[in-house]
């Protein structure tokens, strides 16, 4: 007599190219007076003299990672109890022919985001699901965890909430990024481009 187990099914796959469920905007523009030596007055705007660069239309995979693209709609709108968002942020690092980081917290008035302690905590950072899809090509948007520089002492407050987020720019891909950094999204439409370090994100918009 032979004994039969019965069969455990494959996993699902993740597919390759997921279902964009929802769509969000960034006006991004170039900030030329934000390292000039009167900025280090905190009083003074932090970009009064920006240049609308354009609109970027992003693309979010929310059937995929809905926790990761919960919070960042909700930091695109600053539908938070601390009013924390990315617009009038700058991006704050770029990586030419790679990608670059915005979302780094801290002071407003240098341009960075206002920690976002009531946000939900986002539990997808530690399920290996999260990180299936690759940094294939230009204008994938991802979850900035092993690229992230906050600061260590705001990543030890028991409220801190990972928000950094990167677009890869191109020409080719950054598989470095892979399996570290959550994609969570594309862009859709507009040229995430990396040219210039003051590059400032004026408006987010769903």
Request: with cysteine; proline share 10%.
């Given at each position: 007599t032979t004994l039969s187990l019965p069969s455990t099914p494959p996993p699902t796959p993740i597919p390759t190219t997921?279902?964009?469920?929802?769509?969000?905007?960034?006006?991004?523009?170039?900030?030329?007076?934000?390292?000039?030596?009167?900025?280090?007055?905190?009083?003074?705007?932090?970009?009064?003299?920006?240049?609308?660069?354009?609109?970027?239309?992003?693309?979010?995979?929310?059937?995929?990672?809905?926790?990761?693209?919960?919070?960042?709609?909700?930091?695109?709108?600053?539908?938070?109890?601390?009013?924390?968002?990315?617009?009038?942020?700058?991006?704050?690092?770029?990586?030419?022919?790679?990608?670059?980081?915005?979302?780094?917290?801290?002071?407003p008035d240098k341009g960075e985001v206002r920690p976002p302690h009531d946000l939900p905590r986002n539990t997808e950072t530690v399920d290996a699901k999260a990180f299936a899809l690759t940094h294939s090509r230009p204008g994938v948007v991802s979850l900035s965890l092993s690229e992230n520089d906050d600061d260590d002492e705001i990543k030890l407050d028991p409220g801190y909430r990972n928000v950094e987020f990167l677009i890869t720019t191109g020409p080719g891909p950054c598989p470095q990024l892979d399996n570290k950094n959550i994609v969570f999204g594309t862009v859709l439409e507009g040229s995430a481009n990396d040219g210039n370090v003051s590059l400032y994100i004026e408006d987010s918009e769903i």
């Amino acid at each position: 007599t032979t004994l039969s187990l019965p069969s455990t099914p494959p996993p699902t796959p993740i597919p390759t190219t997921p279902t964009v469920t929802d769509r969000v905007f960034m006006d991004f523009s170039l900030c030329p007076n934000n390292f000039l030596p009167d900025r280090a007055d905190a009083l003074s705007p932090l970009c009064s003299d920006s240049n609308l660069l354009g609109r970027v239309v992003l693309g979010l995979y929310g059937n995929l990672v809905p926790l990761t693209v919960s919070n960042f709609k909700s930091m695109c709108l600053g539908l938070n109890s601390t009013s924390s968002s990315y617009k009038n942020t700058l991006v704050h690092k770029v990586f030419p022919g790679q990608y670059f980081l915005a979302g780094r917290q801290g002071r407003p008035d240098k341009g960075e985001v206002r920690p976002p302690h009531d946000l939900p905590r986002n539990t997808e950072t530690v399920d290996a699901k999260a990180f299936a899809l690759t940094h294939s090509r230009p204008g994938v948007v991802s979850l900035s965890l092993s690229e992230n520089d906050d600061d260590d002492e705001i990543k030890l407050d028991p409220g801190y909430r990972n928000v950094e987020f990167l677009i890869t720019t191109g020409p080719g891909p950054c598989p470095q990024l892979d399996n570290k950094n959550i994609v969570f999204g594309t862009v859709l439409e507009g040229s995430a481009n990396d040219g210039n370090v003051s590059l400032y994100i004026e408006d987010s918009e769903i």
